[in-house]
């Protein structure tokens, strides 16, 4: 899949506006006053509202709305794994963004074949309102998944109903000091999208994102651990994120954790109960379950059946 993606306008010397704007802009003052100089005035004015009218569309837009169902058309489909793979689609113009906060997710929706009411599920792009013109999903196809299996039979030039933001996470530098992470299979994106907006923060990177993060992500076998190029990536560039792999069938001179996430694993690697710290879980149900249960017993807040941004321990 092309990584590169349309870069919104940075300041008034980005290539948009020299191109699009200043370059035309002087061309027709040139051509006006070669031509007839008494009419450079009204040249003048026709080059700012044309150059205004330029600015105006290069700006970005979010596109999302949080109560109407919108269609984007599939653009490319990158295969992860036998039922793993990358969905990228178009946003109506290359500037436009999906606008949707960091830690929040979409609902996805599609008429599936025997269901008598549209499906709808939640998702969280692995890409952010830093990439313009797209949004991608990494979705797990499961044989019992109405929109999974839906999705693994969309073609290019086809499209799917979105609509957004939505749900209670919206990460903000300085939430908490440090967070504990539980993800387990496809529940990593809505983990990468809050540690890579913290990455993006630090002061080296002109923020003042100081928060701490420890990750721990369980699968079964080594293969199904997704995006872990990026994520070993993130950990070797930034001294405040480390992950910790957990697999139920780990292969040979396998240096990770062994078997399910265990309360002491919890208790060495992620953070003690405290004020300014948050754990955050996504992954299958019955994991949730018991990282509910596993939490609780070590101290944390008792989680709630439905995560607020104030709790403790957040489930999405």
């Known amino acids: 899949m092309a990584s590169a993606h349309q870069v919104k306008p940075a300041s008034v010397l980005s290539p948009q506006y020299i191109?699009?704007?200043?370059?035309p802009s002087g061309l027709l003052l040139v051509g006006v006053a070669i031509c007839k100089i008494e009419w450079l005035p009204y040249a003048a004015i026709v080059a700012c509202v044309l150059g205004s009218w330029k600015v105006y569309q290069n700006q970005a837009k979010k596109v999302l709305k949080p109560d109407v169902f919108q269609e984007f058309e599939l653009k490319e489909k990158t295969i992860v794994s036998p039922n793993v793979a990358i969905y990228r689609f178009d946003l109506p113009h290359s500037t436009d963004i999906l606008?949707?906060?960091?830690?929040?997710?979409?609902?996805v929706a599609a008429m599936i074949a025997g269901?008598?009411?549209?499906?709808?599920?939640?998702?969280?792009?692995?890409t952010s309102d830093e990439d313009s013109g797209h949004f991608d999903l990494m979705i797990k196809s499961y044989p019992t998944g109405n929109i999974s299996k839906h999705m693994a039979t969309l073609?290019?030039?086809?499209t799917m109903k979105v609509k957004g933001p939505k749900g209670a996470m919206v990460y903000t530098p300085g939430l908490v000091r440090h967070f504990g992470m539980i993800a387990g299979g496809t529940g990593i994106t809505p983990m990468l999208q809050i540690i890579k907006a913290i990455i993006r923060g630090r002061p080296r990177n002109g923020g003042k994102d100081i928060t701490e993060v420890?990750?721990?992500?369980?699968?079964?076998?080594?293969?199904?651990?997704?995006?872990k190029e990026d994520l070993d990536t993130l950990a070797k560039e930034d001294l405040g994120f480390r992950v910790h792999y957990v697999l139920n069938n780990p292969p040979e001179k396998w240096d990770g954790g062994v078997g399910f996430v265990t309360v002491d694993l919890i208790k060495a690697k992620l953070p003690a109960p405290a004020q300014d710290i948050k754990i955050l879980v996504c992954g299958p149900p019955p994991?949730?379950?018991?990282?509910?249960?596993?939490?609780?017993?070590?101290g944390y807040e008792k989680p709630k059946p439905?995560?607020?941004?104030?709790d403790q321990v957040f489930c999405f």
């Open 99 to 107: 606008g949707l906060p960091i830690g929040q997710h979409i609902s």
């Open 287 to 298: 994991m949730v379950s018991a990282m509910k249960k596993a939490t609780d017993s070590l």
């Open 19 to 23: 191109q699009g704007v200043y370059i």
């Open 214 to 227: 420890d990750l721990i992500f369980a699968n079964v076998n080594q293969d199904d651990i997704l995006l």
């Open 306 to 310: 439905v995560s607020k941004l104030g």
């Open 115 to 126: 269901q008598e009411k549209e499906v709808v599920r939640s998702y969280t792009p692995i």
């Open 155 to 158: 073609k290019v030039g086809q």
